[in-house]
């Protein structure tokens, strides 16, 4: 009985510990990113939790300087790929080297071997290289000639894709969708906002941040997260809405007009309702909780499932957005 209670305080002081350095984080971000705070909790919130984020924006709204921003304060090694058509696998692996003195191959690993990679414009990669990175995002590894070599941890993947530009770029498969832990739309600021950032004339990327976490830090916060309890009325919930996101099996024309579901070809995986919950309970440590509610699913759920759903024709030709069936499902959901 009394290890219980002191595994319970200990727990409970690793949350505020955590909580304090996520607030650190928040308040460094805020020095040079003005506004996007749902983008900027989107990218704390994948690193503790230890997944992806693919940010979708598009130019000039400050995505690549948030990853930045993000990797000084991380303290981790950051590399950055442009990706291009005539990018090649090697060229983010790495490959083999014919070392003539010793007539052997030696390993020169590529960009990927870091801890935050950008991988810049990834949608414009051909299917070889996208292949090659989902190995990197899903395994932790890269096979380079015949042997595979283990990728630094922690490892953590922020894609950036322009929405408007689709001429020469390859649409993501969604098997690497689905590795994304998150998908965040980066959106135009405010006029109050955009105010702020004209005055700083474009020097707030030289404004200094101090380093909050670090390999360590964020061993401890994603502990913290473990502590973190979900009632069994929640992990009900969460399925209920992972459930909700699938079709019937008489999709078709003689399908309710009313059903929302009438617009999906395919729902979410039983991934999605892992990631779901990660992320939930990473909201709830934001605030410094033990245990998840129903407002920290609420809160991620656009973010973890809006790349996971894939839409049929009907939904392009109503205007119809993945975000918008989730508010859907959400508001015809019994809250627990």
Sequence with gaps: MEKDVSSQESGAALINECSLYIKACREEVAKRIVGQQEVVDGII???????HVLL??????AKTLAVRTFAEISGLEFRRIQFTPDLLPADVTGTLIFEQS??????????????VLLADEINRAPAKVQSALLEAMA????????NSYKLSEPFFVLATQNPIEQEGTYNLPEAEL??????????????????MIVRSDGRARQIPVQKIFSPAVLARCRSAVDSVTADDKILKYIVSIISATRPAEDVGP??????????????????AGIALLKCAKVAALF??????????????????????????????ADNISADTIISKIISLMPVP
Aim: aromatic fraction near 8%; charged fraction near 25%.
């Design 178 to 195: 689905d590795r994304f832990l998150m998908k965040l739309i980066v959106h135009y600021p405010t006029p109050e906002e955009e105010l």
């Design 287 to 316: 605030e410094g909780r033990s245990f998840v509610l129903p407002d920290d699913v609420q809160s991620v759920c656009k973010s973890v499932l809006r790349h996971r759903l894939v839409l049929n024709y009907e939904a392009s």
């Design 254 to 271: 003689s399908k309710n007009k009313g059903d929302i579901t009438r617009y999906i070809a395919f729902g979410a995986s039983p991934r």
């Design 102 to 115: 010793t007539g052997r191959f030696l390993v020169h690993k590529g960009p990927v071997f870091a801890n």
């Design 45 to 51: 919130t994948a690193a503790i939790a230890g997944g």
């Design 56 to 61: 979708e924006g598009v130019p000039g709204l």
């Design 139 to 146: 395994e932790h590894q890269v096979t380079i000639g015949e």
